[in-house]
């Protein structure tokens, strides 16, 4: 059977086109209805507060690149807060290195994230978040060290760090 140019022209653009609307549907099956946060902006507020690549993950639910933050060297005792709204979100006494590439904990501070159902990209995931202004951080594994047992793997750009005693 001869394949005509029509013919295959024809499924690139069938293909293509559930490539890209998959691409842009994905991100957002994660999401769900907006919800009420103690800390809320309006998305000119958001960009003028962030940077693009921190808008991209806080706001747009975006993973930096593994291997890329700073804060994954971060070995000093403090705390991990909010890149969004500042609010403390992990101690440094529970960073561990995972190997993963992003700065991972076995345990958020009491109160400080939420979590909800991820089935973008055709995976089921537990998205973190913060609980004071939503801002996406990230996930979390049950493939983490004692005692938790848990890996929240966090976007070092949704982060920043406090130095204790600063």
Known sequence: MAISR???????AVL??????WRLTA????RTPEEAFPFSLTDAQWR???SAAQYSIL???????????PLNDEHREGAFNCAGCDVPLFSSTTKFDSHTGWPSFWQPLEQAVGTRLDTSYGMVRTEVHCRRCGGHLGHVFNDGPPPTGL????NGLAL???????
Do not use: D, K, M
């Not at 029509?6 to 690139?12: S, T």
């Not at 975006?62 to 890329?68: H, L, R, W, Y």
């Not at 920043?160 to 600063?166: L, M, N, Q, V």
């Open 48 to 50: 003028a507060r962030l």
């Open 151 to 154: 890996r929240y793997c966090i």
């Open 59 to 69: 706001r747009g639910h975006g993973t930096e690149q593994a291997f890329t933050s």
């Open 16 to 21: 293509g086109g559930a490539a890209v609307s």
């Open 160 to 166: 920043t760090f406090a130095p204790a005693g600063a």
């Open 27 to 30: 991100p957002t099956a994660a």
């Open 6 to 12: 029509r013919y295959l022209l024809g499924a690139a």
